[in-house]
């Protein structure tokens, strides 16, 4: 990053202010309150050593530190301070907007107790600011505050000659020589030796640019003056008027003071007079002197706009994460109220919760209870409906049986084999009953089961035909989804021996990507929806349902029934 040095009249005023409040506020501030004082003044060390390194993102990071511990109204000075000092290195660095921002928000902080040379600093920075913005007007009103507030005649002085100086801008200069003649006069500016030379420096180039003869002489004076005290800052300045000077006379000369100029700037890293010194350089130059001076003058320009434009983006870098910062602690802060006050709550409302536990338990038995009983009328349900099924499918068929064997001659072969055969069915029938009430086994044989549970209900009068081509892998299949299906197959099975009084029955695999599709088909009498739903099937539906599957029934009578299921993988 190019830096420059603080060189600007502005400053030789600003730091006399700063060495008056640096002085009190470290023989004050560090007596008083001492634990957030201690933090303040650390912030404010460090901002510092970083500013004399000119380290100015560093030193603009504390200031703003130093601001940001700071508690109104009772800080309100200190707060000033950070911001006097966050907008001189804003305006140090080119952000003129920055500047006015800082200095705006000092303002704000102003009150019956804010000392005057806190005033007097934010009010000359504020003008030199409109200044350097070609904003006169308001550089003269600010300059003309900070003078009403100025305490010693140095300071008086510097703020005339600032005075002076925008007006010398504006190419008033008889009005610029009007205030500047008569400081030249006044007791005890000579005392100053870098102001008086500046003084006479700004008087002289007011008469030159008059025409008037006597500006040589005031230039000359003030050349010698910083040249004995070594002000290279003021020798710039001086070099510079006097190329100006002599561009019309004396070429040569010209150049040779804008080379001085331009070494001068280079030493003291001030890049604005660097270029202003180039600027000379060039209208005095030809050939390639010309070509070498336009060329530096370009290089040191861009990069002067952008580190200006990277700084004032790491300036308010900076403000906006110190607020976002701020704003954390004050959540922080608003959450430990809020906690605080969740706590004295809690120890008032005690009562409350042993009561809200009473009731959870009361509601706990209740809720167990009511399950228990709901589970009791579950198993109730499910034994009469398997007593029923005993009743109906196998009371009549073992009694039946049992006639038979106690009336016929089972020496008979026949009779012996319809014995068996009978027999056979009964244990066909128990098994089936049995395997609607089991635990459905979901794991690698799965497939085989269910095939099985299908091919149990084929008999001498229902042919069950199972068409699967071996394409669908059950084990990717969840478990419920399979258990779903496996009973609404059984109970499809069952209604199908029941009710639909055919001859052919099949049940078709088959697997796409996404689903698997299942569809069943008979040469019966069919089924219309009365009878879906009083016969159970319309648990069917709902099984499908809750697997997110559908289910389709062709409920036309007298051509066979049929029902398309899909499930989703």
Not at 394 to 412: G, P, R
């Amino acid at each position: 990053m190019i830096t420059k040095k603080l060189y600007f009249p502005i400053f030789i005023l600003i730091l006399l202010c700063l060495s008056a409040i640096v002085s009190c506020n470290k023989k004050t501030v560090k007596k008083t309150e001492a634990k957030n004082d201690s933090q303040y003044n650390t912030f404010i060390d460090n901002a510092e050593k970083y500013s004399a390194k000119q380290n100015y993102d560093s030193a603009f990071y504390y200031y703003n530190k130093a601001k940001s511990i700071c508690e109104i109204p009772q800080d309100n000075n200190k707060i000033i301070y950070a911001f006097l000092n966050l907008a001189i290195i804003q305006q140090d660095q080119g952000d003129f907007t920055g500047t006015e921002t800082s200095a705006t928000e000092a303002i704000s902080f102003f009150d019956s107790s804010t000392k005057a040379y806190y005033k007097c600093a934010i009010f000359n920075l504020l003008a030199n600011n409109y200044q350097r913005l070609y904003d006169y007007e308001n550089a003269v009103y600010y300059y003309r505050l900070s003078l009403k507030l100025a305490d010693d005649e140095l300071q008086k002085t510097i703020l005339k000659n600032n005075i002076a100086v925008v007006y010398l801008e504006q190419q008033n200069y008889q009005r610029a020589i009007s205030i500047l003649l008569p400081l030249t006069f006044k007791k005890g500016t000579t005392e100053n030796k870098e102001n008086y030379a500046r003084i006479l420096d700004n008087l002289g180039y007011s008469y030159f640019r008059l025409k008037n003869l006597k500006s040589l002489h005031f230039l000359n004076q003030s050349l010698q003056i910083r040249d004995s005290i070594k002000d290279n800052i003021g020798l710039t300045k001086s070099y510079i008027h006097l190329s100006e000077f002599y561009k019309s006379k004396d070429q040569q000369l010209s150049y040779r003071y804008s080379r001085q100029a331009y070494d001068k700037a280079t030493e003291t890293n001030n890049v604005d007079d660097r270029l202003k010194s180039l600027t000379l350089l060039i209208q005095n130059s030809v050939g390639t002197d010309y070509k070498k001076h336009t060329e530096t003058y370009l290089r040191i320009n861009d990069s002067l706009t952008q580190a200006r434009q990277k700084a004032k983006n790491q300036f308010a870098k900076i403000k906006y994460d110190s607020t976002e910062e701020k704003n954390e602690n004050l959540k922080l802060k608003a959450q430990k109220t809020e906690n605080l006050l969740q706590l004295e709550q809690q120890k008032n409302g005690n009562y409350v919760l042993s009561f809200l536990i009473f009731i959870g338990f009361i509601s706990a038995s209740f809720v167990f209870y009511y399950l228990k009983k709901e589970r009791q009328k579950a198993i109730y349900e499910s034994e009469t409906r398997m007593a029923k099924k005993l009743h109906d499918e196998l009371a009549n068929d073992v009694y039946q049986t049992m006639t038979f064997a106690e009336t016929q001659d089972l020496q008979d072969p026949i009779k012996k084999e319809t014995l068996l055969g009978n027999l056979d069915k009964i244990y066909a029938r128990t098994r089936n009953i049995s395997r609607e009430s089991s635990k459905i086994e979901t794991g690698t044989t799965f497939g085989e089961e269910l095939k099985e549970m299908i091919s149990a209900y084929s008999s001498d009068q229902i042919q069950v035909i199972i068409r699967d081509n071996g394409d669908i892998n059950w084990l990717k299949i969840q478990s419920e989804k399979k258990i779903a299906l496996h009973r609404v197959l059984q109970e499809l099975m069952v209604n199908m021996k029941k009710h639909s009084q055919c001859s052919l029955a099949v049940v078709s695999f088959e697997s796409t990507s996404k689903c698997i599709e299942i569809n069943y088909s008979d040469n019966g009498i069919g089924i219309d929806s009365a009878v879906i739903l009083k016969n159970g099937l319309h648990n069917v539906e709902n099984r499908i349902h809750a697997i997110k599957g559908t289910i389709t029934f062709d409920k036309q009578t007298n051509t066979g029934f049929k029902v398309k299921i899909t499930i989703p993988k």
